[in-house]
């Protein structure tokens, strides 16, 4: 990642103004670390009033923040289980981009931070490697969602 990329903002006023106030609040969790926080700030809108899109691009977020809490409470096995269902949720999403995120480019980070789990027959034995988790960003535009 460039560094004009690591300065810029997570989200912009405009996506604080346009997206639901959890949605954003999840981002700031998220990106603090504070994965099983995240975890219930997308949880509350999920099971609120968003649409079916909504609903499943914020259940494959769920899934991977509880990955990564997974991770931090020593539970490898149930960490792979999550990225493997944030990865079938974000392919059956079939959008390059949705609430302004960067499909392609959050998963890229989300594999590059978990791709080990899935090498290993039994995660439980292995080391964990040294990884970073996803930084989210939102793209400039906002977009519709339903």
């Known amino acids: 990642m460039h560094a004009v990329e690591e300065d810029r903002p997570a989200y912009t006023e405009a996506h604080a103004e346009a997206y639901p106030v959890e949605y954003i609040a999840g981002i700031e969790l998220y990106n603090a670390g504070e ?52 990865k079938e949720k974000f392919a059956r999403l079939g959008t390059p981009t949705f609430m302004s995120l960067d499909l392609a480019d959050y998963q890229a980070q989300l594999d590059r931070s978990l791709s080990w789990l899935l090498d290993a027959p039994d995660p439980r034995g292995v080391t964990p490697p040294v990884f970073a988790p996803p930084k989210i960003r939102l793209l400039p535009e906002v977009m519709e969602f339903d």
């Open 35 to 86: 994965f099983h926080a995240a975890h219930d700030a997308w949880e509350d809108r999920w099971t609120d009033d968003a649409g079916p899109a909504e609903k499943l691009f914020l259940q494959a977020m769920i899934q991977s923040a509880v990955a990564f809490h997974h991770l931090e409470i020593g539970r490898p096995g149930a960490a792979r289980r999550m990225y493997q269902m944030a």
